[in-house]
């Protein structure tokens, strides 16, 4: 995992001020899949801001050059993957493809767009945010059946569930993370985002999100 304690920071720092990432403990909202939650997470809003959005960029692709070392391709996972995914490409000089999530229903039915030569060759996952890491994985696999060496997986923030962990280590796929859910909470207490109150409660739904609030 990435340990960069002035990134972790900054980029929480960067996500609570534009609102791409909300805290309401006391307002909960719903997820798609039916879990209430104190925050929610919108990475897409960091592309309208282009001081943030070059400082992603810069980060995520150095911590890739630091962590997996030589790639010849990067992967976007789609959707909120892809903007995300192109902006390091570009930043590192490399091809660029993305995943579907699930196969295309007319043409040639593909789940990976892009040019098929790549094919074989060594590339690191982008996604803007991890939960579960179910979509991530579906991703990952999806690349390994097509025959490319996946080197692992790269993403903006972490909810740092303990089943996305197990998942990705079962998975044998290595994730790094700009941030994280601990980072994002120190950072939102010592800017009074949050009550001391409002991190217990906080803390309490990572431990069990799906029962949460009920």
């Known amino acids: 995992m990435f340990n960069n304690t002035e990134t972790e920071q900054q980029v929480a720092e960067f996500l609570l001020q534009i609102k791409a ?14 879990w209430k939650s104190p925050i929610y997470c919108d990475n897409r809003i960091t592309l309208s801001h282009p001081t943030i959005r070059t400082y992603i960029r810069q980060q995520l692709s150095q911590v890739i ?22 902006l390091i490409a ?14 295309k229903e007319h043409g040639t039915g593909s789940m990976i767009e892009g040019d098929n030569i790549l094919t074989g060759k ?5 996604e803007d945010l991890i939960s579960t890491g179910k ?11 097509a025959e490319y060496d996946v080197a692992g997986l790269a993403a903006i923030f972490t909810y740092g569930f303990d089943i996305a962990t197990e998942n990705f280590k079962k998975a044998k796929c290595p994730f790094i ?3 994280n859910y601990t980072a994002l909470l120190k950072y ?9 109150n409002d991190v217990e ?13 009920q």
Not at 65 to 86: D, K, L, M, S, W
Not at 137 to 143: D, I
């Open 122 to 126: 060594r590339v690191v996952v982008i």
């Open 21 to 34: 990432i909300k805290l309401q403990p006391n307002n909960p909202f719903t997820w798609a899949s039916g």
């Open 188 to 196: 939102a207490e010592e800017q009074q985002y949050i009550s001391a």
């Open 135 to 145: 979509s991530s994985l579906q991703a990952v696999n999806a690349l390994r059946e």
């Open 177 to 179: 993370t700009l941030s």
């Open 201 to 213: 409660m906080l803390k309490q739904w990572r431990k069990d999100p799906s029962t949460w609030g």
């Open 90 to 103: 570009q930043e590192l000089g490399l091809p660029f493809i993305y995943v579907r999530s699930k196969p």
């Open 65 to 86: 050059q630091e962590r997996f070392g030589a790639v010849g391709c990067i992967a976007g996972v789609a959707t909120a993957g892809i903007p995300q995914g192109v």
